[in-house]
């Protein structure tokens, strides 16, 4: 299943690529920078258009099923990414990326500096809007794959704590929203998305 999903996002996202973690210069730097996630470097895969950064210890893991799983839900990033193009990337890391804004203080005047308030952990609705149609992949194949739902907590976190800066600290509209789309699964309502790459993981269950 790891092969023909890989070949299928090759086919997908031009340039795409698997790359580790360790490898890569940007993603040590990246590390010290997200030093609220600490573990970023070890538990987390990173997307930078079009190539997707697993830590070489999860690769190594035997743990097939959730690389499949981590897989797809890059994918729906790329997807975004090469949809939006920049758009995407100003949109996810807003509204932080806009302490940017700061460097205009040189030029023209100290007031910029106020756009270091950006930096806090200030909610991020695009953000969570992005991983919110990255996560409902994860439970589709995680469902189709197994049969039963993943435990809903475990997505609510990501949004809650530090994981993605606090980017959505809204739990119970968290709940409600992952506990309506797990009704849409158990009832095979599933985006385009998710039925092709069904059809690519599981040929022999739900091919045409």
């Known amino acids: 299943m790891w092969e023909d999903l890989v070949s299928y996002v090759s086919k997908q996202i031009p340039g795409f690529e698997i790359k580790t973690k ?13 030093f609220f996630n600490k573990f970023f470097a070890t538990r987390y895969v990173t997307t930078m258009y079009p190539k997707v950064y697993f830590p070489k210890e ?12 981590i897989l797809c839900h890059e994918y729906v990033h790329l997807l975004d990414r090469k949809r939006l193009g920049w758009l995407f990337n100003i949109l996810y890391l807003s509204p932080q990326i806009f302490a940017l804004l700061a460097f205009l203080a040189i030029p023209f005047s ?7 308030l950006f930096l806090l952990p200030l909610p991020s609705p695009f953000r969570a809007y992005f991983e919110f149609r990255a996560y409902k992949m994860s439970i589709a194949i995680y469902y189709l794959h197994l049969g039963r ?19 959505f600290p809204f739990q119970e509209f968290l ?22 790459i069904k059809f690519v993981l599981f040929p022999n269950k739900y091919g045409k």
Do not use: H
Request: with cysteine.
């Open 22 to 34: 360790e490898g890569s210069s940007l993603m040590k730097l990246l590390s010290l920078v997200l």
């Open 58 to 69: 999860m690769l190594n893991s035997g743990n097939v099923l959730g690389n499949i799983i």
């Open 175 to 196: 709940y409600f929203e992952f506990d309506k789309y797990a009704r849409d699964v158990k009832n095979k309502k599933f985006d385009k998305t998710v039925e092709e």
């Open 149 to 167: 739902l993943p435990p809903l907590e475990f997505y609510v976190k990501q949004f809650t704590t530090s994981s993605y800066y606090w980017m």
């Open 110 to 116: 100290l007031s910029w500096l106020w756009c270091l």
